[in-house]
């Protein structure tokens, strides 16, 4: 049987091949040909993209979904500007739900708010209905509960009688509400998000799971949906010397939430110098001889590693690690591992120097920066200006040959790819800009390589099909957008089958 030849014309394709193309030619999900209208070999189907831009799909490098599904199907706290108007959204989201539920919410960021009171456990409570509830900070590192799921955290480390856990405490609470949803109810959710990024240009995403983050039910049911008319899940699962239960799992690595330390926005971040609003430097994890077994471990069952690491002290235990495991590999095999950090948003140029020497993948979210940085948001207030300034710094790693992999960490920032574009490009330092090009590749390109995927993310002969169809207002400069307005996506395709159609 001979493949249906599908050909895309009168547009504008982003292609290494021919700048000026016009047109794509795709048969058996691999493109066959780009170049102009005019020279466009026969098919059997012709899209008319009527000016529309073509370019390679994006990959979100960090994602949460069962969470980006719940959030975006059930109690979004994020414009809540004080402790009053999240009780007042729990009791209006709580009223009519049965009395046994619980209710989950996320997004509450108390940096925002005039008066940095937060509810307590008891008050909470009230505003429930009596029902248990969890309400994760923005970071998903800290939440607010209820009293019947703070029992269960008592004596962790992280625990505080009012209701806001961190830490071990976190991860118990969360793992007690998270696994409280039926299965149906997070299969449903998890269909949500995925839709809703292919409904963004989306092809593809990394799901970071492990305990304390997800269970290995949410994270294998993740798993059984990929590519059916879906974008597709390449899996991470955060467990230390996890290697084996990794590949069991399905992962293609033993890494992504596998915390070295927690989170700025939960002053739990580990980090060289002290907080300004809080006393200590936060939390590292790991110490530097699990991070080199733990590679070591890796190693052993050929599968890629990496860890969850945000603050300096962090991310130094992390080198110390892979220094004592290049002692034992060479750096050589480190390097083709490609092993990955989340986040590394507190950085110096010694530590960037140690991604380079290591080939370590920097799996980074340009939206950290828009909504946390410059000298009035929450790095500010957490670090001081010097060190918000500072900190994201993806205009220097990629200046240096770190390889970039953008994300989102839905929901910790929302799914909005062209929005992380033009957050890397419009970083608060003009020093850490990135031209859009860079940014783009770093999301698309990026993405593919962090999974081993290295022919993957262009458009060119013999490449899968796997791209966005975008509207767009104003000019292109060098094939992409100028980004004074965001594109808005017409088509998701993932290797040749439409997976959105707007």
């Given at each position: 049987m001979t493949a249906t030849a599908t050909l895309y014309r009168d547009g504008s394709v982003y292609s290494p091949v021919d700048p000026t193309a016009t047109a794509l030619l795709v048969?058996?999900?691999?493109?066959?040909?780009?170049?102009?209208?005019?020279?466009?070999?026969?098919?059997?189907?012709?899209?008319?993209?009527?000016?529309?831009?073509v370019t390679p799909a994006f990959v979100d490098a960090h994602v949460h979904a069962t969470d980006t599904g719940l959030a975006l199907s059930g109690l979004d706290l994020s414009g809540a500007?004080?402790?009053?108007?999240?009780?007042?959204?729990?009791?209006?989201?709580?009223?009519?739900?049965?009395?046994?539920?619980?209710?989950?919410?996320?997004?509450?960021?108390?940096?925002?708010?005039?008066?940095?009171?937060?509810?307590?456990?008891?008050?909470?409570?009230?505003?429930?209905?009596?029902?248990?509830?969890?309400?994760?900070?923005?970071?998903?590192?800290?939440?607010?509960?209820?009293?019947?799921?703070?029992?269960?955290?008592?004596?962790?480390?992280?625990?505080?009688?009012?209701?806001?856990?961190?830490?071990?405490?976190?991860?118990?609470?969360?793992?007690l509400a998270l696994g409280s949803i039926p299965a149906v109810q997070r299969t449903r959710a998890q269909r949500v998000a995925l839709e809703r990024a292919a409904a963004l240009g989306v092809a593809a995403v990394h799901e970071c799971g492990g305990p304390g983050t997800s269970s290995e039910a949410d994270f294998t049911g993740l798993l059984a949906l990929s590519g059916q008319g879906l974008p597709e899940v390449y899996g991470y699962w955060g467990e230390l010397l996890g290697a084996a239960k990794a590949k069991e799992l399905?992962?293609?690595?033993?890494?992504?939430?596998?915390?070295?330390?927690?989170?700025?926005?939960?002053?739990?971040?580990?980090?060289?110098?002290?907080?300004l609003d809080t006393e200590?430097?936060?939390?590292?994890?790991?110490?530097?001889?699990?991070?080199?077994?733990?590679?070591?471990?890796?190693?052993?069952?050929?599968?890629?590693?990496?860890?969850?690491?945000?603050?300096?002290?962090a991310i130094g235990t992390v080198l110390?690690?892979?220094?004592?495991?290049?002692?034992?590999?060479?750096?050589?095999?480190?390097?083709d591992a490609r092993h990955r950090v989340e986040h590394a948003e507190i950085m110096s140029k010694r530590l960037i120097a140690g991604f380079v020497e290591y080939g370590i993948v920097a799996s980074v979210q340009p939206a950290f920066?828009?909504?946390?940085?410059?000298?009035?948001?929450?790095y500010a207030q957490r670090l001081g200006v010097r060190r918000s300034l500072d900190s994201n710094p993806m205009g220097a790693m990629h200046g240096v040959g770190v390889a970039?992999?953008?994300?989102?960490?839905?929901?910790?920032?929302?799914?909005?790819?062209?929005?992380?574009?033009?957050?890397?490009?419009?970083?608060?330092?003009?020093v850490q800009r990135m031209s859009v090009r860079a940014a783009f590749a770093a999301h698309t390109r990026g993405g593919w390589r962090a999974v081993h995927r290295d022919g993957e993310g262009?458009?060119?002969?013999?490449?899968?099909?796997?791209?966005?169809?975008?509207?767009?207002?104003?000019?292109?400069?060098?094939?992409?957008?100028?980004l004074e307005e965001l594109p808005v996506c017409r088509r998701t395709v993932l290797r040749g089958d439409v997976i959105f159609e707007g």
């Open positions: 048969r058996d999900g691999v493109i066959v040909w780009v170049g102009p209208d005019a020279d466009a070999p026969p098919a059997d189907v012709t899209v008319d993209l009527d000016g529309a831009l500007r004080s402790g009053a108007e999240v009780l007042a959204a729990v009791a209006g989201f709580a009223e009519g739900l049965p009395g046994d539920a619980v209710v989950l919410g996320h997004g509450w960021d108390e940096t925002t708010w005039d008066e940095q009171v937060k509810p307590d456990a008891a008050a909470l409570e009230r505003a429930a209905g009596g029902r248990r509830a969890y309400l994760s900070q923005a970071s998903i590192h800290s939440a607010l509960c209820t009293p019947s799921l703070l029992v269960a955290a008592r004596g962790a480390a992280g625990f505080d009688e009012s209701g806001w856990v961190r830490r071990e405490a976190h991860h118990v609470v969360r793992e399905g992962a293609v690595g033993a890494g992504g939430d596998l915390y070295a330390d927690g989170a700025l926005g939960s002053q739990t971040a580990h980090l060289s110098e002290s907080y200590g430097c936060g939390h590292g994890y790991v110490s530097a001889e699990q991070v080199r077994d733990h590679l070591l471990d890796c190693a052993a069952h050929g599968i890629q590693g990496g860890f969850h690491a945000i603050g300096d002290a110390a690690g892979f220094r004592e495991a290049a002692g034992k590999l060479g750096v050589e095999r480190l390097r920066d828009r909504l946390w940085g410059g000298e009035s948001q929450m970039l992999a953008f994300g989102s960490d839905s929901p910790v920032t929302p799914l909005d790819p062209w929005g992380s574009v033009r957050a890397a490009v419009r970083h608060f330092n003009p262009v458009l060119s002969p013999g490449a899968p099909a796997t791209f966005a169809v975008w509207s767009f207002s104003g000019g292109l400069s060098k094939g992409l957008p100028e």
